[in-house]
């Protein structure tokens, strides 16, 4: 069982530079969310989608772009890097808001941006 | 030098002693919770959950109480092991996202 597979799992940018983390999973599960992690800081919310083709702000979207054009696929995107997005980002999922149930969280991508 | 939040709150237990682990958390109107434990590389897995109706919840060898009066959640994992090692992360539904606290790092000594 796949679940929740981010791809890539380590990334070091140059400031200014741009990339994607792609996040895929093979439940069927209607919601996604992006986290990023932080030392002592926990998961912070960025953005997540209750469903294909919606995409909703959470706690730290700024600086991020998202997309779903497909249900399994979950996109977070860097337009511009800077060193204050260095973390740990994770991507998640669950069957319904996960106010209700759990969520299930891939490995983890660790970017660093110089 | 040292910054708040850059440090989790540790907990050290002896082998085959219980564990508890403590959370405090933000809103009265939560109705569900999650502890998650998350190893190191790796990300949180859930451990178990519970709704607001409800004061306690029991899984294998761990138990979740909550206290809605005081805000407050706990985690108590029985006989512990090397393998609990981690850091748990309990987590309440805030408007159907979940807010997750900073932590706690449990360590085993043998």
């Known amino acids: 069982n796949a679940g929740v597979t981010q791809t890539p799992k380590f990334r070091v940018l140059k400031t200014g530079q741009s990339m994607t983390l792609l996040c895929a999973q093979d439940?069927?599960?209607?919601?996604m969310y992006w986290y990023r992690q932080d030392p002592g800081m926990g998961l912070r919310l960025i953005h997540y989608?209750?469903?294909?083709?919606?995409?909703a702000k959470g706690e730290v979207p700024d600086g991020y772009n998202v997309s779903r054009l497909k249900k399994q696929n979950f996109l977070l995107g860097l337009e511009s890097a800077a060193p204050s997005q260095t973390s740990v980002y994770f991507c998640?999922?669950?069957?319904?808001?996960?106010?209700?149930?759990?969520?299930?969280f891939g490995q983890g991508t660790r970017l660093t941006v110089v | 030098g040292e910054s708040v939040g850059l440090h989790l709150p540790t907990l050290s237990v002896q082998e085959g002693d219980n564990s508890i682990i403590n959370c405090a958390y933000s809103?009265?109107?939560?109705?569900?919770f999650i502890w998650y434990k998350q190893e190191s590389g790796k990300g949180p897995q859930f451990i178990i959950d519970?709704?607001?109706?409800?004061d306690k919840r029991q899984g294998q060898r761990v138990t979740v109480l909550l206290n809605k009066t005081v805000k407050h959640l706990s985690l108590q994992i029985a006989a512990t092991q090397p393998g609990d090692s981690a850091v748990y992360f309990c987590?309440?539904?805030?408007?159907?996202?979940?807010?997750f606290g900073t932590g706690t790092r449990l360590t085993i000594i043998p």
């Open positions: 987590a309440e539904n805030l408007n159907e996202k979940l807010t």
């Open positions: 439940m069927n599960h209607e919601y």
């Open positions: 809103n009265s109107a939560s109705d569900y």
């Open positions: 989608s209750v469903g294909e083709g919606t995409t």
């Open positions: 519970i709704r607001s109706n409800m």
């Open positions: 998640a999922s669950s069957p319904s808001a996960s106010g209700n149930t759990e969520a299930f």
